[in-house]
């Protein structure tokens, strides 16, 4: 049912891209910081709104012990009991299925291409949004949904409040499309014309600001499962490797876009630092 050679779809635009001339387009230049910009500024600003009006609303800061009726079905019950980190998580990893899932049909392509895909020629900056959910190959989507899965519970302890999702989802948002706006940048500086998608800008813009606060904590890589692997180290090693990719110019992965998500969680950290620094003064 799924196995019609999609990669193969995608692997004949990549090469139609790549062969192609960009024009001279001053949206390409200023459309992805400006959207990159626009994205962050109203993700976090409703983010605190959201958050302002919680505090009006809720008595002490603390919310109403919630009532459990029996007449609740499984999915609610199971959903409820759920914590505020794995309700985002089952949230941001059924976005991406559902991409997925859409990518199997054929006469989405055109529509994919367009909105799920960041390519350095295209003039709709939303993809470098849409793209962040965006997976074609099976593999690399359960590769980065796992990883979503174990960072997250660790992110919301970083951001400072387990509770809502107020916090890490313009993070998230704004992580992985900074990540998308360094690879376009990259792409045209290097004239690399191929399209990129993937949740993996975002993910390391999560796992950077988790080890940055978590340094001695260890990490288990899925194929050595049973060897811990001190967090600043594996992150060294990581980030590495994706800064000789860039030297190189490899084009299996994003490695410009990865190291955008580790650039975005670093100056978020530097802002929390300060904004810190001036609420004791």
């Known amino acids: 049912m799924f196995r019609f050679p999609i990669r193969r779809v995608v692997s004949a635009l990549n090469r139609k891209l790549y062969?192609?001339?960009?024009?001279?387009?001053?949206?390409?230049?200023?459309?992805?910081?400006?959207?990159?910009?626009?994205?962050?500024?109203?993700?976090?600003?409703?983010?605190?709104?959201?958050?302002?009006?919680?505090?009006r609303t809720y008595r002490d800061w603390h919310p109403a012990p919630r009532k459990v009726y029996r007449e609740e079905g499984i999915i609610k019950r199971w959903w409820n009991n759920l914590s505020a980190a794995d309700k985002f998580s089952v949230t941001i990893i059924a976005i991406n299925v559902g991409v997925f899932l859409m990518w199997r049909v054929r006469p989405l392509h055109p529509l994919m291409e367009k909105y799920f895909l960041a390519t350095p020629t295209n003039k709709n900056s939303v993809s470098l949004?849409?793209?962040e959910f965006s997976h074609i190959d099976v593999w690399h989507l359960a590769l980065n949904m796992l990883v979503l899965w174990s960072f997250v519970p660790a992110l919301f302890e970083c951001l400072g409040d387990a509770t809502t999702a107020a916090h890490a989802l313009p993070f998230y948002i704004t992580g992985g499309?900074?990540?998308?706006?360094?690879?376009?940048?990259?792409k045209l500086a290097r004239g690399n014309?191929?399209?990129?998608?993937?949740?993996?800008?975002?993910?390391?813009?999560?796992?950077?600001?988790?080890?940055?606060?978590?340094p001695d904590s260890s990490l288990?890589?899925?194929f050595f499962p049973f060897i811990p692997i001190p967090a600043k180290w594996a992150l060294t090693?990581?980030?590495?490797?994706?800064?000789?990719?860039?030297?190189?110019?490899?084009?299996?992965f994003d490695h410009a876009g990865h190291l955008g998500g580790v650039a975005f969680a670093l100056f978020y950290q530097l802002f929390r630092r300060k904004q810190r620094d001036l609420d004791f003064i």
């Open 19 to 55: 062969s192609a001339t960009p024009r001279r387009n001053p949206g390409l230049i200023w459309k992805p910081v400006a959207f990159t910009a626009v994205t962050g500024a109203t993700t976090f600003s409703l983010s605190w709104v959201y958050l302002e009006n919680q505090r």
């Open 237 to 252: 090693g990581v980030i590495s490797l994706d800064v000789i990719g860039v030297i190189r110019n490899w084009h299996f």
């Open 220 to 222: 288990y890589f899925i």
């Open 177 to 186: 499309t900074f990540a998308s706006m360094v690879g376009h940048y990259f």
């Open 129 to 131: 949004l849409l793209s």
């Open 193 to 214: 014309m191929t399209g990129s998608l993937g949740a993996s800008g975002a993910l390391m813009a999560v796992v950077t600001l988790v080890v940055m606060n978590n």
